[in-house]
């Protein structure tokens, strides 16, 4: 009975939690809907008065909004991508694994599926980066996410303000959606700020409309100065080539850490994420090039480089059944989440 009863506040709290994880969303939907009522009705119709000025600043906001909630919606709906079948321990090893009490033994498994697949990266101490949670090797820039309970592929960040994990399969869209709301937020202050110094100087009846553009510039101002540095840092990270997670922890090679071992220069860096056709750029299709779960990396030579000294064809899981020896390996393996 007991038990029954925590099963059911557990279950409870995981609804709560996903119920609450809407709430920035929901605060960013709100705040946008007003700001469309705002520059649309209370400015555009009400306030200003010549009919050319009124088209023109309308077509230019709708350009604008569309774009930005576009973005916004594929940021959001958009699924984080998880390694495929090929990472993951089929059942016969898995059950093996787990049922295995030898350490060595249990290390041995793992390195010869690692040697299979397209892996380079290693964990800090240089031990092959597996998941204990989703029972996979990870792929080369993939990482747990603790919220989503899920590896996610080239993974950046998870993001409270689009309630979804930041990857390989919506990191354009999210560089997008920042971009557009710069772009946005910029437009709205450039255009509000002359009646604005109308309404601040009396030259303007003060109706209700003084309010909404008021407070629309400040808005507006306040967006665009915290979305403009998020936007610059990212902007950064993208012309290195880098994730947030990379950024704060050195990506560890097999031939040891390297910081700018993605870093293939800056035109081809924007190629990884934008892809090779620039005419996708700036709309937010999927363009990002390969699968996510393996990146090419920057070499000094051909021996140093990974890609091209120790590639290996992938190979599905043949002879499972076969003994795993006793003795020790050089190479050691470590768990992360």
Known sequence: MRRGWKMALSGGLRCCRRVLSWVPVLVIVLVVLWSYYAYVFELCLVTVLSPTEKVIY????????????????????TLPQQPNQKFHLSYSD?????????????????????????????????????CDRCHLIKPDRCHHCSVCAM??????????????????????????????????CLYIATTVFNYFIKYWRGELPSVRSKFHVLFLLFVACMFFVS????????????????????????????????????????????????????????????????????????????????????EEPWEDNEDENRDYPEASSSLTVETET
């Not at 993974?155 to 997008?176: A, E």
Request: glycine share 6%; with cysteine; aromatic share 18%.
């Open 58 to 77: 309308l077509i230019f906001y709708h350009a604008i909004f569309v774009f930005f909630t576009w973005t916004y919606w594929k940021s959001i709906f």
């Open 94 to 130: 898995k059950e093996r694994y787990e049922n295995e009490e030898r350490p060595e033994v249990q290390k041995q498994m793992l390195i010869d599926m690692a040697k299979k697949l397209p892996v380079y990266t290693r964990t800090g101490s240089g031990a092959v980066r597996f």
């Open 151 to 184: 590896c996610v592929l080239k993974m950046d960040h998870h993001c409270p303000w689009v309630n979804n994990c930041i990857g390989f399969s919506n990191y354009k869209f999210f560089l997008q959606f920042l971009a557009y709301s710069v772009l946005y």
């Open 227 to 310: 979305l403009v540095i998020l936007f610059g840092y990212h902007c950064w990270l993208v012309s290195r080539n880098k994730t947030t997670l990379e950024a704060f922890c050195t990506p560890v090679f097999t031939s040891g850490p390297e910081k700018n071992g993605f870093n293939l220069g800056f035109i081809k860096n924007m190629q990884q994420v934008f892809g090779d056709n620039k005419k996708f750029w700036l709309i937010p299709i999927g363009s990002s090039p390969g699968d996510g779960h393996s990146f090419p990396m920057r070499s000094m030579n051909e021996s140093q480089n990974p890609l091209l000294a120790n």
